[in-house]
């Protein structure tokens, strides 16, 4: 189970934090991500970060200002959202998979909204 938290409104610029929490799997075995889907949209990827932490990848529109992390004692992964933008409202969602295009196990989401 991936239990995702942290979202929220929030002005243009500023900043949240999302973490998902995950139980009933091998946390270190999987590949972490996030992704979103934007109101009437497809969903997308935002950032992925491999069993180790030191493989990351990142959305062109998200490099700089948002960061992925882990912490594998803690069964929990995170993603630090700053200067954030109205295009970031979305659902964002955590997922767990062997890489970032294969994702198995899915939150349930988390709402960001960004006001401009």
């Known amino acids: 189970q991936l239990q995702a938290s942290g979202g929220g409104l929030v002005q243009a610029g500023g900043s949240l934090r999302l973490s998902c929490v995950v139980s009933g799997l091998r946390f270190n075995a999987y590949t972490m991500g996030w992704f979103r889907q934007p109101p009437g949209k497809e969903r997308e990827f935002v950032a992925s970060i491999s069993r180790s932490g030191h493989n990351i990848d990142y959305l062109e529109a998200a490099k700089g200002r948002f960061t992925i992390s882990r912490d594998n004692a803690k069964n929990t992964e995170y993603l630090q959202m700053n200067s954030l933008e109205p295009e970031d409202t979305a659902v964002y969602l955590c997922?767990?998979?062997?890489?970032?295009?294969?994702?198995?196990?899915w939150g349930q989401g988390t709402q960001v909204t960004v006001s401009s």
């Open positions: 997922a767990a998979g062997p890489d970032r295009w294969n994702m198995k196990y």
